[in-house]
C-alpha cells in the first residue's frame, strides 16, 4: 500500500546517472552541486509527454523511441481500452484526432454520439480492428509527414520496447502511464484497474521501488489502486474550478494519504508576478513529488517570453518532473542551468 518515503523518484533520479542514448544531460553532477529545489535534491526529470510528440505522432512507437534517443528521462503514455479489453495508448476514447479513421469507410457505421460528441469511440474497436487504423498528428502547425505511418501500439508492447531499450542501453527507463476516463470505461465494462495490474505484475514492475508512476485525473481510481498495489501514484490537477480535474475536491493533505505525487497544471504554480503561488512548496512539505504539465516549444508559455525561460522558471521553482513535448529543448535547458552552476 501507499508509503510516503518516495522511492520511486530516488530510483527514476537514478536513471540519469546511468548513460541512456541521448545527449549527455548534466543533471547528475548538478544534483551534486545542490543546485536543485527539488523534493530531494535531484535534478528535475524531464517527462516525454505522449513521447516526443512535438516530432512524431503522440503515442506512437516512433515518438517513445525518439523520446529516448534524446534522453528523455521518463515517456507518458496515456491509455484506454478497446472493445476487447486490451490497453492502447491514446489520448482520448475518441478516434478522430488522433488516427485516420475518417478514411476508412468500413466503419462509417461505428460513429456515434457519446459523452457529448459524435465520434468513433476507441471501446467500439476490437484491437484487430483498430490494428487497421494508423495514427496522424493532431496538433495544429506541427509537421503531417509521419501521418498514417505508425499504428496504434499497446500498453504491454510499449514495455517491451523499454525493456528492450533498456538492455540496450544497460540503463533504466522510468514510465508514467495516465489511465484515461477510468471510471467511464468500468461504467462500460472494460475497467482499466485489473489490466494495468496484469500488465505490470507480468513484468515484476507492480513495485514500490519500481520505474512507475500510475497517474489519473480520477481520485477514485487511485484509491482503488492504492489498495491494490504498491506502484507510486500520481494525482493530476488541473484546477479548483475544473470538475473533470479539480482532484474530487481533496486538498493536499488528503491526496497525501494514497498518492506519491501531483501533476499540477503548470499555471497554478506561479502568481501573476511570476512569483511561486506556494503550490510546489506546499506539496514538497507533505512528501508529494510534484510533476507540472505541459510545456510545449511551438505553444505560448505561462511565465516568461518563449519556452526557455518558462523551463528555467520551472526549474528554479523546484518541480521534480517536467512533462514536454519537445523533450529535446527541457533536457538542453536543464544542462545549460547544471553548466552555470560550474557542472559539465
Known amino acids: 500500500m501507499h508509503r510516503f518515503a518516495p522511492t520511486w523518484l530516488v530510483a527514476a533520479a537514478g536513471l540519469l546517472a546511468a548513460g541512456c542514448s541521448g545527449p549527455e544531460t548534466g543533471a547528475p553532477d548538478a544534483a551534486e552541486a545542490g543546485i536543485w529545489n527539488t523534493l530531494d535534491g535531484t535534478a528535475p526529470l524531464v517527462i516525454a509527454h505522449r513521447g516526443a510528440s512535438g516530432d512524431r505522432p503522440e503515442h506512437t512507437m516512433a515518438a517513445y523511441l525518439l523520446a529516448i534517443e534524446q534522453g528523455a528521462d521518463v515517456i507518458e503514455p496515456d491509455l484506454v481500452?478497446?472493445?476487447?479489453?486490451?490497453?492502447?495508448?491514446?489520448?482520448?476514447?475518441?478516434?478522430?484526432?488522433?488516427?485516420?479513421?475518417?478514411?476508412?469507410?468500413?466503419?462509417?457505421?461505428?460513429?456515434?454520439?457519446?459523452?457529448?460528441?459524435t465520434d468513433w469511440w476507441v471501446q467500439d474497436f476490437t484491437l484487430e480492428e483498430l490494428r487497421m487504423l494508423h495514427a496522424i498528428q493532431p496538433q495544429e502547425g506541427r509537421s503531417r509527414t509521419y501521418d498514417g505511418v505508425f499504428l496504434v501500439p499497446t500498453f504491454e508492447e510499449i514495455l517491451d520496447m523499454v525493456a528492450e531499450q533498456e538492455a540496450a542501453c544497460s540503463c533504466t527507463i522510468a514510465i508514467e502511464p495516465e489511465v484515461k476516463h477510468p471510471a467511464e470505461f468500468a461504467e462500460w465494462g472494460l475497467d482499466p484497474l485489473p489490466l494495468l495490474l496484469a500488465a505490470l505484475r507480468d513484468r515484476d514492475l507492480d513495485r514500490a521501488d519500481a520505474a512507475v508512476v500510475v497517474q489519473s485525473f480520477d481520485a477514485s481510481f487511485l484509491q482503488r489502486m492504492d489498495a491494490e498495489s504498491d506502484v507510486r501514484l500520481a494525482m493530476l490537477y488541473s484546477g479548483p474550478d475544473d470538475p473533470?480535474?479539480?482532484?474530487?475536491?481533496?486538498?493536499?493533505?488528503?491526496?497525501?494519504?494514497?498518492?506519491?505525487?501531483?501533476?499540477?497544471?503548470?499555471?497554478?504554480?506561479?502568481?501573476?508576478?511570476?512569483?511561486?503561488?506556494?503550490?510546489?512548496?506546499?506539496?514538497?512539505?507533505?512528501?508529494?513529488?510534484?510533476?507540472?504539465?505541459?510545456?510545449?516549444?511551438?505553444?505560448?508559455?505561462?511565465?516568461?517570453s518563449n519556452v526557455e525561460e518558462e523551463l528555467r522558471a520551472l526549474y528554479a521553482l523546484g518541480v521534480d518532473g517536467v512533462f514536454a513535448d519537445f523533450p529535446a529543448t527541457a533536457i538542453r535547458v536543464r544542462s545549460e542551468m547544471a553548466a552555470e552552476h560550474g557542472q559539465p
Open 244 to 304: 473533470e480535474g479539480n482532484a474530487g475536491g481533496l486538498p493536499l493533505e488528503a491526496i497525501a494519504l494514497f498518492a506519491d505525487a501531483v501533476g499540477p497544471y503548470k499555471g497554478l504554480l506561479f502568481n501573476e508576478d511570476g512569483s511561486s503561488s506556494g503550490y510546489v512548496e506546499a506539496a514538497h512539505d507533505l512528501g508529494l513529488v510534484v510533476h507540472t504539465w505541459t510545456v510545449r516549444d511551438d505553444r505560448e508559455p505561462v511565465i516568461g
Open 81 to 117: 481500452v478497446t472493445a476487447d479489453g486490451v490497453l492502447v495508448a491514446r489520448h482520448d476514447a475518441y478516434l478522430s484526432t488522433t488516427t485516420n479513421v475518417m478514411a476508412h469507410p468500413e466503419f462509417a457505421d461505428r460513429r456515434r454520439e457519446l459523452l457529448g460528441m
